[in-house]
């Protein structure tokens, strides 16, 4: 099997889309000949020609909404922004137009586009190229927003959202692009939307989280076990909208401490959502407080590397607060 | 030669096209009548737009072009095949309403069928939209083009520019019908805009643009017609401006009289394109006393009968509320 990093996976789930099904297209900036200016789609204009894979003019509004009306028309698209920040300017084409077409159709007019965004800090970035902003999406049904933590979960969520009917948020994780990389056979997985995934089956705490996080929390909990002898359960939630409560419950259920871990800003978070699920269904199976562990509440991520550093959620902390709850 | 003949259409189009004018404006006035009835909560107007509204509709291949009409357009969505119960559906909000099952307000029209776009109420979003129909036509070698309009106040919205900038660029078969009425909401074009025409936007994007007198169908059609067939032959998007007049306050939740004079008012309904139109026909023998009369009826005899359907009609059900959210 063939070891793919984060960025291959996503470009192979693309490219192998392409093939599949002619109505499949990429738009977005300098995503043609650049190649994007991560290389997300290299090679995929050469491939496919500047047809379907459309270098735009630098407005997200347009991207998101040009998208929108050729996905009503019945294509496919997967709009680019480049960076995840700078998806802002689409928010009222993602929120009042993409979510709501099928509802406010009453099912006559669909709108299966996928948008992707490379979101995440710890790249020196700064304020506004390091931002986790799905939480600005998190509350709208009819989106569905997911974030990949690994090559094989980037290639088959992209692939199941590029065959999802509705939009499809796809948040990848700018550092995981070339620090992770496993080995993918070359099958056509596609990752069901909505379901989260126990990557590993522990009975003193549970650790709940999504994306480059889940890297971090499975290199701390492979320590833990090591070192200590703790046993972590540890659950991707995959899918961040709508989420999967049932496998939160479980999870939570089956150890009764809990960790969420985020790296966006702490409060109104995804982990917010989900400590209120496990609040409301998981109580009486708790036998310590529900424990956050997030960014913290500044705008954004600082350039200078000991802010950027202070900033990020990082293994040693997460292994920290595996232990405190192991030990509470 | 006449006008009509000039332009290639016949005496029963032209008529047609009265009749359907002539109905966007007796639908719109019911409305208002159901409105201060009390039967419906919200009417927004099309009166003093049915003339460009339909015109430019006529000048489209109706069979397979795609529209984004906003939310004035009754005389473009009935030029493009809804019917007066599907319009009176929508009004009461009922369950059978085609556009949406009286999820949305009046006026928020769409229909997969006609290849009408869903609308929302955010102004402008259905430009990019309708440019996104003109890419996916280009890439498909589909020769449907897509036909956007909006107001003039709207025309100020990023996704105006980013839309039209967008559909330029790619030489994309797209019409932008800007209807001028005015005013947006109690606003005046001076204030909303410093170019003399709202068509001047065109030579920024690259792109053909024309204002053309709203009360005049001829000119609308031509226009609109010569912007078709422009899009079709590959050579990119128009800009046309349809100037007119709201003849109505904004929505039946506005009273114009505080910004506005009556004076102002009483005398652009004498400017009023749909009289103008009347009495080019007269003069042509088209439309004579009897037709007019007979057209009259059944437009009130349709009417009629769409409202006390629509007004019978269930609204949804509530278990129906979540329905649609996704497949
Ligand atoms: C983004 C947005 N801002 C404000 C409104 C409220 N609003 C509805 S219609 C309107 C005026 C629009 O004027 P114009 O574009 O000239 O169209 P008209 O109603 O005159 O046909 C306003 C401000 C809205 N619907 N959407
Ligand atoms: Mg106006």
Not at chain 1, 6 to 17: C, G, L
Not at chain 1, 241 to 247: F, G, M
Not at chain 1, 265 to 281: D, L, M, P, Q, T
Not at chain 1, 296 to 311: D, G, H, I, R, S
Request: charged share 25%; hydrophobic share 40%; net charge negative.
């Amino acid at each position: 099997m063939p070891v793919v990093s984060y960025i291959e996976a996503i470009k192979t789930a693309m490219e192998e889309e392409m093939e599949r099904d002619e109505r499949v297209f990429i738009l977005g900036e300098d995503v043609g000949k650049r190649g994007g200016v991560f290389r997300a789609t290299e090679g995929l204009y050469e491939r496919f020609g500047a047809k379907r894979v459309i270098d735009t003019p630098l407005a997200e509004s347009a991207i998101a909404g040009v998208g929108i009306g050729a996905a009503m028309y019945g294509m496919i698209p997967i709009a680019e922004m480049q960076f995840a920040d700078f998806i802002l300017p689409a928010v009222n084409q993602i929120i009042s137009e993409a979510a709501k077409i099928r509802y406010r159709s009453n099912n006559d007019w669909t709108c299966p586009i996928t948008i992707r965004a490379p979101y995440g800090g710890g790249v020196h970035g700064a304020l506004y190229h390091s931002q986790s902003i799905e939480a600005i999406f998190a509350n709208q049904p009819g989106l569905k927003i997911v974030m990949p933590s690994s090559p094989r979960d980037a290639k088959g969520l992209l692939k199941a959202a590029i065959r999802d009917p509705d939009p499809v948020l796809y948040f990848e994780h700018k550092k995981a692009y070339r620090l992770l990389k496993e080995e993918i056979d070359n099958n056509e997985e596609v990752i069901e939307i909505g379901k989260a995934n126990l990557l590993q089956e522990g009975a003193d705490i549970t650790v709940i989280t999504y994306g480059l996080c889940v890297h971090y929390a499975k290199e701390a909990a492979k320590e833990l076990a090591a070192e200590q002898g703790i046993e972590v359960n540890l659950l991707d939630l995959r899918t961040i909208y709508p989420l999967d409560q049932e496998a939160i419950i479980n999870a939570v259920n089956k150890t009764g401490k809990v960790l969420l871990i985020t790296e966006d800003n702490k409060e109104g978070s995804i982990i917010s959502e989900v400590s209120a699920i496990i609040g409301e269904h998981c109580l009486f199976e708790l036998d310590a407080p529900i424990k956050r562990l997030a960014g913290p509440n500044v705008p954004a991520m600082p350039y200078a590397p000991t802010l950027e550093k202070a900033f990020m959620v990082n293994q040693d902390q997460i292994k920290q607060a595996m232990l405190d709850l192991a030990l509470f | 030669m006449s006008k009509h003949t000039e332009l290639g259409l016949s005496e029963e189009e032209v008529l047609e096209m009265y009749r359907i004018m002539l109905t966007a404006r007796r639908v719109d006035e019911r409305m208002w009548l159901l409105n201060r009835a009390g039967k419906i909560p919200f009417v927004v107007s099309c009166q003093g737009q049915e003339v460009q509204q339909v015109a430019a509709s006529f000048a489209l291949n109706r069979e397979k072009d795609y529209s984004a009409p906003y939310y004035r357009d009754v005389g473009v969505v009935l030029a493009l095949g809804m019917s007066i119960k599907e319009l009176m559906l929508q009004a009461f909000a009922k369950a059978e309403d085609p556009n949406s099952g009286g999820r949305q307000m009046p006026g928020h029209f769409g229909s997969r069928k006609l290849r009408m776009l869903t609308g929302s109420s955010p102004v402008t979003t259905q430009v990019p939209h309708a440019v996104g129909i003109g890419l996916a036509c280009q890439m498909n070698n589909d020769d449907a083009i897509a036909f956007v309009t909006l107001g003039e106040g709207s025309s100020n919205q990023g996704d105006f520019h980013e839309g039209a900038n967008f559909a330029a660029v790619h030489k994309l078969p797209v019409i932008i019908m800007v209807e001028n009425n005015q005013y947006a909401i109690s606003v005046a074009l001076n204030e909303q805009v410093a170019c003399e025409k709202i068509s001047d936007r065109a030579i920024g994007y690259g792109m053909h643009g024309e204002t053309v007198d709203g009360n005049d169908p001829f000119a609308v059609y031509k226009a609109v017609k010569q912007a078709a067939d422009r899009a079709r032959e590959g050579t990119g998007p128009s800009l046309i401006e349809a100037v007119s007049y709201r003849l109505t306050p904004h929505s039946s939740d506005d009273d114009d009289r505080t910004y506005r004079s009556e004076q102002e008012v009483k005398q652009a309904k004498e400017n009023d394109g749909l009289i103008s139109f009347r009495e080019y026909l007269i003069a042509h023998n088209i439309l004579t006393e009897e037709n007019e009369r007979e057209m009259e009826q059944t437009i009130k005899s349709l009417i009629d009968e769409a409202t006390d359907y629509a007004d019978a009609a269930p609204y949804a059900s509530p278990d129906t509320l979540l329905d649609g959210v996704y497949q």
